[in-house]
């Protein structure tokens, strides 16, 4: 963390989730942190989550596809956490453009103006394990064949090969983490469009009935949002692993309702049924899907390290505690 005291940092994105986490550690470990948010109603922006260090952050709200105002905005940053997108897969499908410009252009710009104003930043972009598709087998590893099955994989999977593309060059020093299912605290739950995870801890909390689709067997990998941000602040302070991609992931497999039955039981409330895929979401289902992080730990020794239960009671012990802010 000793790389990050005193340094400037831009966050898009950083009103999110997973930005705001983020931006809240390095606040604590002695940076300078600008975050850039388009407040998009239909993303995680929220202001509460930036509520520890509200008087700590600059804070910029304005669309990170906006040219002039990144260029702006990068001059003089050490660091660039790329984190601004959609995330919303059935969304991506019912308005392909939007999702093309947060996911496609709003990265790209971000590349374009540290082309112009800032070469010498570390940009960390956040990709996502869903542009390897359905896998080929598992655990998924970086060399499979990339055949995203959505819109939203095809662009996030653009925007991270711009990444890799402006590395080679333009010398501009990139790397990609792609992400697997993220919880904890700060996560959008008001609905399900960004990801089952969030949606299923409130339907526990307020003691409704959870619908998992399929036959709940369905294997995934899960991070907390905790062991994500490390991975993020190593990636960016790590020059042996520049202009590459690297997988994170669980430390094991979890079936959908065994997720479901330990979140259960931590909030003491809820139910939940197995029921039929609808016909929108079974399209782009991708079955039994989690992904080997063993590259990146290699390459920089990091590993998960909150397991599900402790995760899951630190998640809900939060939104009790601040529930009023986001339900």
Known sequence: MDEY??????????????????????????ASVTILDSFDPTCGANYFNIE???NDVEMVEGDSCDLALVRGLVR?????????????HIESMEDPFADLQMNVVAP????????????EARIVYSGTRQAYGRPESLPLLETQVLKPI???????????????VYYRAHGIRTISLRLVNTYGPRQLVKHAKQGFVGWFIKQAMVGAEIQVFGDGQQLRGFNYVDDVVDA???????????????????????????????????TGRGSYRIVPFPAERRAIDIGSVYTSFAKFNSATGWMPRVSLEEGLARTVDYYQRYQAHYW
């Open 5 to 30: 005291r005193g340094q400037k940092v831009l966050i898009t994105g950083g009103l999110g989730f997973i930005g705001s986490n983020l931006a809240i550690r390095l606040v604590q470990t002695g």
């Open 52 to 54: 520890p260090i509200r």
């Open 76 to 88: 003089g940053k050490g660091y660039i956490f790329n984190l601004a997108g959609h995330v919303s």
């Open 108 to 119: 790209l710009t971000v590349l374009e103006a540290s082309k112009h104003e800032n070469r």
């Open 150 to 164: 959505d819109v939203n994989g095809v662009n996030k999977l653009a925007g991270e090969w711009y990444h890799m």
């Open 232 to 266: 993020l602040l190593i990636a960016g302070a790590n020059d042996s692993i520049l202009g590459d991609y690297f997988n994170l992931g669980g430390a094991d497999p979890i079936p959908l309702e065994t997720f479901v039955k330990v979140l259960l039981s931590i």
